[in-house]
């Protein structure tokens, strides 16, 4: 089983960036693509951004395409998410994910393992 730990959240102003990562507890991490949602106060969760097992391939909801950046360096088993040009409505709570198989993923139903999720507040 795949425990993940996220980390980087954190309070920032709108037009900020701030970078979140996503360790994994295992070397199979690279069998996974990942992906990263999140979920604002009374919303539901939704996707962001996703990369495959090897980092070629990335998808990202077109709220964020443009300004957040999805990346993974496999021999730290860690995935990341940059985020440039915050706005207020970024501020939710973000999770990573590893996908059931090694493609990108969009639907929570194709993700098998979650994290704690990490706060991010961004103020006007």
């Known amino acids: 089983q795949v425990q993940l730990v996220e980390s980087g959240g954190g309070w920032v102003q709108a037009g900020d960036s701030l970078r979140l990562s996503c360790t994994a507890s295992?070397?199979?991490?690279?069998?996974?693509?990942m992906g990263w949602f999140r979920q604002a106060p009374g919303k539901e969760r939704e996707f962001v951004a996703t990369i495959n097992y090897n980092g070629v391939t990335t998808h990202y909801a077109p709220s964020v395409k443009g300004r957040f950046s999805i990346s993974r360096d496999n021999a730290k088993n860690t995935v990341y998410l940059q985020m440039d040009k915050m706005q207020p409505a970024d501020a939710a709570v973000y999770y990573c994910?590893?996908?059931?198989?090694?493609?990108?993923?969009?639907?929570?139903?194709?993700?098998?393992?979650w994290g704690q999720g990490t706060q991010v507040t961004v103020s006007s």
């Open positions: 295992e070397r199979a991490f690279s069998n996974h693509g």
């Open positions: 994910a590893a996908s059931k198989g090694p493609a990108i993923a969009t639907l929570e139903v194709n993700f098998a393992y």
